[in-house]
């Protein structure tokens, strides 16, 4: 059985086939899929499970990365900042290595794309590749993970010079998109349910890992899963965590967490928790290997309730990988955490560590409205943020690229 027939158990068989009658248009084109790291962070976690079912539905995808040097990450993690609002200063020295660099990848990438049908690239790190192809045979589209709904005007102005060159884009949400003068599509992420992450464990399972972990499994802990990087906001979730421990001793906190190749931030940021964390046993500060998968699944499935407290957060697939394990989500009121946290139905939206300790406190209270608000939580990631339905809008995407609006597709 291929891995859409299992997909189709879960999101029903219509949806699937659909995918297929989709298919039909774009079977063996050549798609190629460019970001900046393999592992860590939304965008690979994406690709990893999006490329070989884009394979299954008779599609030659392909997924690479550009490779580069410390002061390219270090360019590039500035440039995600700045478009998340953050004022930094780029020197031309930083500049001129993310050319460089980018037009160093060009050279290693360009049989790959220069005669590919559609390529998609991923943020700002490759978003300066399209500069070296102007005989490109394909439709090339800048997929844009990071709100950029108040970047810095220097750093997108600059940004977009690369940006406009591109057949369209794709943003999250309409608060995102920018004003480009190509077609701009949204689409949200997704979360694979079959994947390591999602699939359901046995509670057997779940508490053996998190003994192994420190987690004393007799009592509860709130949680939050994301890269060491400070617009995650991991302090103001300790601040929170300590307002609530007063009322409830018996609480823990775990902050679980790895770094990305291209996040140059996170082992900083990561002492800067340890050192918040400090002199609190029940604190867990976890810095977790790549492919945690299954450690993150059992985590997200044990605690009593999920926190994303993000400052800025393009989607944040963390809260949707919570949501489908039927938690509600205590989430910053920002970004994609907006578009899935219903306020007061899925999980409550937050400004401040105060509210996020309220709201903690909430839950502990209630837990009737922890199953309560838990299911509608996942009824909305079924309904709304797997995998199936963000593999549908991207063929649509290419179809209407590739085929314009010329005639009507009709699915039945
Ligand atoms: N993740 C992971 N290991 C880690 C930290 C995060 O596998 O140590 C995963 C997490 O489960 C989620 C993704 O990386 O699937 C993070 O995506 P999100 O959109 O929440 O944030 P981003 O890192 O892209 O800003």
Same mark, same amino acid.
């Given at each position: 059985?291929?891995?859409?027939?299992?997909?189709?158990?879960?999101?029903?068989?219509?949806?699937?086939?659909?995918?297929?009658?989709?298919?039909?248009?774009?079977?063996?084109?050549?798609? &190629?899929?460019?970001?900046?790291?393999?592992?860590?962070?939304?965008? #690979?976690?994406?690709?990893?499970?999006?490329?070989?079912?884009?394979?299954?539905?008779?599609?030659?995808?392909?997924?690479?990365?550009?490779?580069?040097?410390? *002061?390219?990450? $270090?360019?590039? %993690?500035?440039?995600?900042?700045?478009?998340?609002?953050?004022?930094?200063?780029?020197?031309?020295?930083?500049?001129?290595?993310?050319?460089?660099?980018?037009?160093?990848?060009? $050279? %290693?990438?360009?049989?790959?794309?220069?005669?590919?049908?559609?390529?998609?690239?991923?943020?700002?790190?490759?978003?300066?590749?399209? !500069?070296?192809?102007?005989?490109? @045979?394909?439709?090339?589209?800048?997929?844009?993970?990071?709100?950029?709904?108040?970047?810095?005007?220097?750093?997108?102005?600059?940004?977009?010079?690369?940006?406009? =060159?591109?057949?369209?884009?794709?943003?999250?949400?309409?608060?995102?998109?920018?004003?480009?003068?190509?077609?701009?599509?949204?689409?949200?992420?997704?979360?694979?349910?079959?994947?390591?992450?999602?699939?359901?464990?046995?509670?057997?399972?779940?508490?053996?890992?998190?003994?192994?972990?420190?987690?004393?499994?007799?009592?509860?802990?709130? *949680?939050?899963?994301?890269?060491?990087?400070?617009?995650?906001? /991991?302090?103001?979730?300790?601040?929170?965590?300590?307002?609530?421990?007063?009322?409830?001793?018996?609480?823990?906190?775990?902050? !679980?967490?790895?770094? #990305?190749?291209?996040?140059?931030?996170?082992?900083?940021?990561?002492?800067?928790?340890?050192?918040?964390?400090?002199?609190?046993?029940?604190? @867990?500060?976890?810095?977790?290997? /790549? %492919?945690?998968?299954?450690?993150?699944?059992?985590? $997200?499935?044990?605690?009593?309730?999920?926190?994303? @407290?993000?400052?800025?957060?393009?989607?944040?697939?963390?809260?949707?990988? #919570?949501?489908? @394990?039927?938690?509600?989500?205590?989430?910053?009121?920002?970004?994609?955490?907006?578009? $899935? &946290? &219903?306020?007061?139905?899925?999980?409550?939206?937050?400004?401040?560590?105060?509210?996020? !300790?309220?709201?903690?406190?909430?839950?502990?209270?209630?837990?009737?409205?922890?199953?309560?608000?838990?299911?509608?939580?996942? %009824?909305?990631?079924?309904?709304?943020?797997?995998?199936?339905?963000?593999?549908?809008?991207?063929?649509?995407?290419?179809?209407?690229?590739?085929?314009?609006?010329?005639?009507?597709? =009709? *699915?039945?």
């Amino acid at each position: 059985m291929g891995k859409l027939d299992k997909l189709a158990e879960i999101t029903g068989y219509h949806v699937v086939e659909h995918l297929y009658q989709l298919a039909h248009w774009v079977k063996g084109l050549k798609v &190629v899929h460019i970001n900046s790291t393999k592992e860590g962070g939304g965008v #690979a976690e994406i690709l990893k499970n999006i490329v070989p079912l884009m394979k299954e539905l008779g599609i030659e995808a392909h997924w690479e990365i550009i490779t580069g040097g410390d *002061l390219f990450f $270090q360019c590039t %993690k500035a440039m995600h900042n700045a478009l998340h609002g953050r004022h930094v200063v780029i020197s031309e020295r930083l500049i001129r290595e993310y050319e460089r660099t980018n037009e160093e990848n060009a $050279q %290693k990438l360009g049989a790959l794309l220069s005669d590919a049908d559609i390529v998609f690239i991923h943020d700002p790190q490759p978003a300066a590749l399209i !500069a070296h192809f102007p005989d490109r @045979k394909g439709k090339w589209i800048w997929r844009c993970h990071i709100d950029v709904s108040r970047p810095v005007r220097s750093v997108w102005r600059y940004l977009r010079n690369f940006v406009t =060159e591109y057949d369209a884009s794709i943003f999250h949400l309409a608060t995102f998109a920018q004003h480009l003068p190509h077609p701009m599509f949204l689409i949200p992420p997704s979360i694979d349910p079959l994947g390591e992450k999602n699939v359901p464990l046995s509670e057997l399972e779940v508490k053996a890992v998190l003994s192994e972990l420190g987690v004393d499994v007799d009592r509860p802990y709130v *949680l939050q899963v994301s890269r060491f990087d400070r617009l995650k906001d /991991p302090i103001g979730v300790i601040e929170a965590y300590r307002m609530v421990k007063r009322y409830s001793p018996s609480l823990q906190l775990v902050l !679980a967490g790895g770094g #990305a190749s291209d996040d140059p931030e996170g082992m900083a940021v990561l002492e800067e928790v340890k050192m918040a964390a400090e002199g609190d046993p029940d604190i @867990k500060v976890l810095y977790l290997p /790549p %492919k945690a998968d299954r450690t993150i699944n059992a985590l $997200q499935r044990g605690a009593v309730v999920v926190l994303q @407290k993000s400052i800025r957060e393009g989607f944040g697939l963390t809260v949707t990988e #919570a949501m489908w @394990k039927f938690k509600p989500v205590i989430g910053g009121d920002t970004g994609g955490i907006r578009l $899935q &946290v &219903v306020n007061h139905h899925t999980g409550f939206l937050v400004n401040s560590p105060e509210g996020a !300790a309220l709201r903690i406190r909430y839950f502990l209270n209630n837990p009737d409205k922890i199953d309560e608000m838990g299911k509608k939580a996942h %009824k909305f990631v079924l309904e709304n943020f797997l995998i199936t339905r963000h593999l549908r809008d991207y063929l649509t995407v290419m179809i209407s690229l590739l085929h314009g609006l010329k005639g009507r597709l =009709e *699915l039945v």
